[in-house]
């Protein structure tokens, strides 16, 4: 056996955070700056080292009266270290991705205003624009399907 160096690891033992759900309806997410960072650094940490110590930073809150399951995690776009992703499908645990961010505050930030910033539309959560696209869309499509509806009976 060869002479091994090892370095002291940091274990963490299932800290995931864990909201209950029956009592986070219109119940405001208060974190700490020193809790920010922790949560920023964890999920860094989680990220880089894929471990059983690092379950997903999950948690659980009601909004329009259904119980929904939150993960932030890790991102790569453009400038954003994060996005948060709600479980969209609870049988094959398909996540969706609702926003990124920059930093974890902005985040809760956006929790604690969710039902100013998203909707829940056709059994999925979307953000406001989206849904407002979607109908005007939608407005547009059925104007052009009456006009070709006259087009074709003054053929």
């Known amino acids: 056996m060869g002479n091994r160096s090892?370095?002291?690891q940091r274990i963490i033992?299932?800290?995931?955070i864990v909201i209950k759900s029956e009592t986070t309806e219109n119940k405001k997410i208060?974190?700490?700056?020193k809790q920010i960072i922790q949560i920023e650094k964890y999920i860094y940490d989680s990220y880089c080292q894929s471990s059983t110590n690092f379950p997903p930073f999950e948690f659980n809150k009601t909004y329009f009266n259904i119980n929904f399951t939150f993960r932030i995690t890790h991102s790569f776009l453009?400038?954003?270290?994060?996005?948060l992703l709600y479980l969209e499908n609870k049988i094959?645990?398909?996540?969706?991705?609702?926003?990124h961010?920059?930093?974890?505050?902005?985040i809760f930030n956006d929790i604690n205003n969710f039902?100013?910033?998203?909707?829940?539309?056709?059994?999925?959560?979307?953000?406001?624009i989206e849904y407002e696209y979607q109908l005007k869309y939608k407005e547009i499509a059925t104007k052009n399907a009456n006009d070709?509806?006259?087009?074709?009976?003054n053929l």
């Open 6 to 8: 090892t370095k002291s």
């Open 13 to 16: 033992y299932n800290p995931v």
């Open 30 to 33: 208060v974190l700490t700056s």
């Open 78 to 83: 453009n400038n954003n270290n994060y996005k």
């Open 92 to 99: 094959f645990y398909k996540y969706k991705v609702l926003k």
């Open 101 to 106: 961010y920059n930093n974890v505050k902005q």
């Open 115 to 128: 039902e100013n910033i998203f909707v829940y539309y056709n059994d999925e959560i979307i953000d406001k």
């Open 148 to 153: 070709v509806k006259e087009i074709i009976k």
